[in-house]
């Protein structure tokens, strides 16, 4: 079945402890991304990536950093996670190359930053 | 880089009436258009997309449709049903250069009985 899987859904943790939320997909897509949901201010990017190796910043990185060393992987780490990231996270991967480009979301990942 | 303008960010609508969701775009390379579904606690969904070389695009009871002039799409969905009750986000890209998605700030509709 194809799909995109984060990890962990749920997550609390406290100011400064590091924390990684995995993502990997199984449709081969070249395009990934990250995106946080708050309240009345939609879906904002965060990171996107093109290809292995290829990452880019979307409207809102700060406190965030990513990587793509292998095309089905995207994990966002937060180094030192302060409140304002508590937010809900989507990962998205689409075909990319110019592809028919429907976005493909994770079930999501509820953080809380206390 | 890509601006999107959706309104109105909450929509009250009669079951069975119609419900129109308006988006903005700022970047001419913008050439495709989709949307997307939210559905309480779950993740978005895509329900219909557009591209720059069609005027209008109809699956069922959701049409699309697209003024490349103007720079506007909107969402039409009639004959509305509970169901329909969601968040529904409007997103332009430009296939052409970088695949990047932008999204509009979501539209909370609620179909009252």
């Known amino acids: 079945e194809a799909q995109v899987t984060q990890n962990p859904r749920y997550l609390i943790t406290v100011t400064g402890k590091k924390l990684t939320v995995t993502c990997s997909q199984n449709?081969?897509?070249?395009?990934m991304s990250w995106y946080r949901q708050d309240p009345g201010l939609g879906l904002r990017q965060i990171y996107y990536s093109m290809n292995v190796e290829v990452t880019d910043k979307g409207d809102v990185p700060e406190g965030y950093k990513v990587s793509r060393k292998e095309k089905r992987n995207f994990p966002l780490i937060l180094e030192s996670p302060s409140p304002n990231q508590t937010s809900l996270y989507f990962c998205a991967s689409s075909p990319g190359q110019g592809r028919d480009t429907e976005a493909f979301f994770g079930q999501g990942t509820r953080l809380t930053v206390v | 880089g890509e601006n999107v303008e959706q309104h109105p960010s909450t929509l009250s609508v009669q079951e069975g009436d119609s419900a129109v969701i308006k988006c903005t775009y700022s970047?001419?390379?913008?050439?495709?258009f989709p949307w997307y579904k939210q559905e309480l606690g779950k993740r978005p969904q895509l329900i219909i997309d557009?591209?720059?070389?069609?005027g209008e695009k109809k699956d069922q009871r959701i049409a699309v449709t697209l003024n490349k002039t103007a720079k506007h799409f909107s969402l039409h969905i009639t004959e509305t049903q509970p169901e329909d009750s969601a968040v529904y986000f409007c997103?332009?890209?430009?296939?052409?250069?970088?695949?990047?998605?932008?999204f509009g700030k979501g539209t909370r509709l609620h179909i009252l009985p």
């Open positions: 997103a332009a890209s430009s296939t052409d250069r970088d695949d990047k998605i932008i």
């Open positions: 557009i591209r720059s070389n069609v």
């Open positions: 970047d001419s390379a913008s050439n495709y």
């Open positions: 449709m081969n897509h070249e395009y």
